[in-house]
């Protein structure tokens, strides 16, 4: 059953410490994405990867740090930096071969900063 | 400056039909996407226009019209199920979405 996998489903953590956010996809996609989601706000995107070993910023990037080692796994660590975490954190993945493609979505990690 | 606009919030009646906005400017134009997301969980893809005129899929329709920068996701037979936010969403001339912020659609038996 071919899918997107994100853990933890809820994650806390303490102000000061730098935390990573699983995603994991076997649809064979070639891009992968990660976005941000706040109450009220449309999803924002952080970080993305075209091909594997290679990645862009999005439009919030700051605070950000993502790698991409291999196709199926696209690690998103939260640092100590980004002033405030807290929010929703959806990863997605597209076959990525140009053009209009449609994304797919994991369950999402909701992060809790105490 | 990028815009979506789309209602915060819709209550509609179960069997009903309800209809969902959305109007968008945009840097470019690559199509338009509508995804279903329940409370808490990931967003669902529903539909893609990018040419003008009407998508049905079963009980969902989409329509776009370019020349407005609009779209509207129809949705019929409401059940309770039906009860998400609905997200649309615009590719832009770099192939990235630009998302609303979604409308929360209630339905009330």
Redesign the interface.
Known sequence: DGG?TQSPKYLFRKEGQNVTLSCEQNLNHDAMYWYRQDP??????IYYSQIVNDFQK?DIAEGYSVSREKKESFPLTVTSAQKNPTA?Y?CASSKGQ???????????T?LTVL | GQN?DQP?EMTATEGAIVQINCTYQTSGF??L?WYQQHA??????LS?N?LDGLEEKGRFSSFLSRSKGYSYLLLKELQMKDSASY?C?V?DSN????????TKLIIKP
């Not at chain 1, 009220?40 to 995107?45: P, V």
């Not at chain 2, 808490?40 to 893809?45: C, D």
């Not at chain 2, 192939?95 to 979604?102: E, F, H, N, S, V």
Request: hydrophobic share 40%; aromatic share 18%.
């Open positions: 997107i009220g706000q449309g999803l924002r995107l999005g929703f959806l140009g053009g209009a493609d449609t994304q797919y979505f994991g369950p999402g909701r | 979506i915060t690559n199509g996407f808490g969980e990931a967003p669902t893809f893609y990018v997200l969403a590719m192939y990235q979405l630009i998302w609303g912020a979604g």
